[in-house]
């Protein structure tokens, strides 16, 4: 059960606009942060949101990898983003990928504040 979670609140994003609302942007830009980075995509599934009168209000999308997962929530409204890159280690250490895609998706959202935390999840040999 060896893995490291890595978490971050995104705010004053300065993106355009589109990566906050887009979910296929959104789906293709992390699908192949993932690739470049070297962990597993085995699935996704991203969702657009809209509000009472039909503009688009925000996206939800998981990248499911082998090595575990990428979730990543996104309000334009506030312009702001929520990000989870999880990965187990457990046939073998993937913290550099982890750290490598994590740092790559906040950098696209250009965030003027960021907020994030690394947790290690297990223990080596769990």
């Known amino acids: 059960m060896n893995g490291l979670h890595l978490i971050a609140d995104l705010k004053d994003c300065r993106c355009p606009p589109r ?13 192949g942060a993932c690739r470049r980075h070297g962990v597993t995509v085995v699935g ?5 949101f809209s509000t009472d009168h039909g ?5 939800t999308g998981t990248v499911v990898l082998a090595e575990s997962h990428l979730a990543i929530h996104t309000w334009p409204e506030l312009r702001g983003v929520t990000l989870d890159v999880y990965v187990c280690n457990y046939s073998g250490d993937n ?15 250009d965030p003027a504040a960021k907020t994030t935390q690394a947790v290690t999840r297990g223990r080596p040999g769990d």
């Open 55 to 59: 503009q688009p209000a925000g996206v």
């Open 19 to 31: 990566q906050l609302l887009d979910a296929e942007w959104l789906a293709d830009f992390c699908v």
């Open 44 to 48: 996704q599934l991203f969702h657009s």
């Open 95 to 109: 913290s550099a990928r982890a750290h490598g895609l994590f740092d790559e998706v906040i950098a696209a959202f």
